[in-house]
C-alpha cells in the first residue's frame, strides 16, 4: 500500500482578496472555464465548412473533436496535480495563455494536420487551466455558505457554455466563417488571465516533491485509450479491431497505474484519497451525469434539426429555455442547500432531471415546440442546473488543499469520461432501436424518434443511479 503523505499544509493565498476582489475573481476564473466548456461542442456544426475548406472527409472529421477530448481527457489528473506542485493560479496562467495560443493556431490553420494539432494543444492546455480554476475557487471561497454560492455561479457558468456552444457555433460559422469559432477564444481568454493575475494573489505550493513520472505516464495512457476506447465504439462499433484494442491497453495501463500507486512512496493519485467517501461519490455521480448529459444534448440537437427540420440556429435557440432554467437554478443552490440540506437539495435535483428526460422521450416526430418540447427542456435544465452544483461541491469539499488542484482533476475526469461513455453507448443503443424501427416498417422521422427517445429514457436512467448513490451515502453531513 502507498505510504500516508506527510505534506505539511498548503500556504493559503498570499494577500487574499477583499470580499468584493474575490467575487470579481470569480468572474475572471469563470470565463476560462466557459471557453474549456465552450470548445467541446462549438466546432459540431462548423464541421462540414472545415472539411470542405481543409479537404476533410466525413470519416476524418470526427477527430477535429476527438483530438482535443482525448487531450484533454488524457491529462486532467496530470495536470490537477501540476497545479498542487508548481501553484495553481500559475498554472492556470500558463494554461489558459496556451489555450489562447492554440486557438489562434487552429482558426489560422491551412491544413488539416495543423488544425488538430492545434486542437489536441486546446485540449492539453483545458487540461492544466480546468483544474487550477476549480483549485482556486475552492480556496478563494472556504466558508461553506460563500462556497456553495461560488460554486453556484461555476455551475451556471459552465451550463451557459455547453448550450452557447450550438448557438454560438451557427451563429459565427454562418456570420464569420469557421475560423471565427477559435478566434473568439482569444479576447475572452486573455481578458480570463489579465483579471486573475491582477485580482489573486500567488499560491505557495508545499507539493515540492518531484513528480511520480511513471504514475502520470500509465494514468495518462490508461485515459487517453479509454477516451479513444469509446469514440471508437460509437464510431466503429463494439465488434471493431481498434475498439477492442484500446479498450484491452485501457485496462492494462489503469491495472499497472494502480500497482504502481501503491507502491509509490510519494504517488501522483494517492489511493487513500478515494477512501473520502464524499469525494468518490461526488465523482461517480459526476460520472453519470456526464454520461447521460453528453448523449442528452447532443441527440437533442440532432432530433430537432434531422426529425423536427430545424436550421442551426433555430436548434441552437431552442435550447436557450434550457441553458436559462439551468442557469437560474444554479443560483439558489446555496439557498435550497441552506433550507433543505445538501442531500435533499442534490437527490431532488436528479429526481427533476430524470423527470424531464423521461418527459422528452415522449415527444413524437410530429412535435410542437411550445407544447412538447419546451416545458420538458426547462425542468431538464432545473435539475442538472441543481444537480451539476450540488455534485461538484459534493466532491471537493472535503478535499484538503495539498489535494485541491487533483481533486479538480478528478471531478473534470469524471465529466470527461463519463460523456464519452454515455454518448459512445446512448448513441450506439440509439441507433440500435431506429434500425429496429425501419425494419419494422415504420417511416425515417418515426424510427429516428424512437431511437432518441430511448437516449432520453437512457439519460433519466442514469440520473435515478446517481440518486442512489447519493441516498446510499450516509455520513457525518446526512443532516445538512
Known sequence: ???????????????????????????????????VVLDASIVNIALPEIGAHLGMGTGDLPWVITAYVLAFGGLLLLGGRLGDRYGHRRLFLVGTGAFVLASAVAGLSPTSGILLGARAAQGGSAAMLAPAALALVTRLFPAAADRTKALGIWGAVAGIGSAAGVLLGGVLTAALGWQAIFFVNIPVGVIAVLG?????????????????????????????????????????GPASPLTLGLGATAIALAAAFVAVERRTALPLVPLTLFRNRRLSSGNAITLLLGAG??????????????VLGYNALAAGLSQLPL??????????????????????????????LAAGLVWLAA???????????????????????????????????????????????????????????GLAVLSSVATARTG???????????????????????AAALALVAAVVRLLLRDRTDGR
Open 293 to 306: 448529459m453528453v448523449a442528452l444534448f447532443f441527440a437533442l440537437s440532432v432530433f430537432l434539426q434531422a
Open 363 to 421: 415527444a413524437p416526430s410530429t412535435a410542437v415546440f411550445a407544447t412538447a418540447v419546451l416545458g420538458p427542456t426547462i425542468v431538464i435544465g432545473v435539475g442538472l442546473g441543481g444537480a451539476a452544483v450540488a455534485a461538484t461541491q459534493l466532491a471537493v469539499e472535503d478535499v484538503p488543499d495539498r489535494d485541491a488542484g487533483l481533486a479538480g482533476g478528478l471531478v473534470n475526469t469524471s465529466q470527461q469520461v463519463g460523456g464519452a461513455l
Open 196 to 236: 486573475t493575475a491582477r485580482l489573486v494573489a500567488r499560491d505557495a505550493a508545499t507539493v515540492r516533491e518531484r513528480l511520480d513520472l511513471p504514475g502520470a505516464t500509465l494514468i495518462t495512457g490508461a485515459l487517453v485509450a479509454a477516451v479513444g476506447a469509446l469514440s471508437a465504439l460509437e464510431q466503429r
Open 323 to 352: 441553458a436559462g432554467a439551468l442557469v437560474l437554478t444554479a443560483g439558489l443552490v446555496p439557498a435550497a442547500v441552506v433550507r433543505l440540506g445538501s442531500k435533499r437539495t442534490l437527490i431532488g435535483a436528479l429526481l427533476i
Open 436 to 458: 429496429a424501427l425501419e425494419a419494422r416498417g415504420l417511416d425515417a422521422a418515426t424510427a429516428l424518434t424512437g431511437g432518441f427517445s430511448w437516449v432520453f429514457l437512457g
Open 1 to 35: 500500500m502507498s505510504t500516508t503523505l506527510s505534506h505539511p499544509p498548503l500556504v493559503p493565498l498570499e494577500s487574499p482578496p477583499p470580499a468584493r476582489g474575490r467575487w470579481s475573481a470569480l468572474g475572471f476564473l469563470a470565463l476560462a472555464q466557459f471557453l
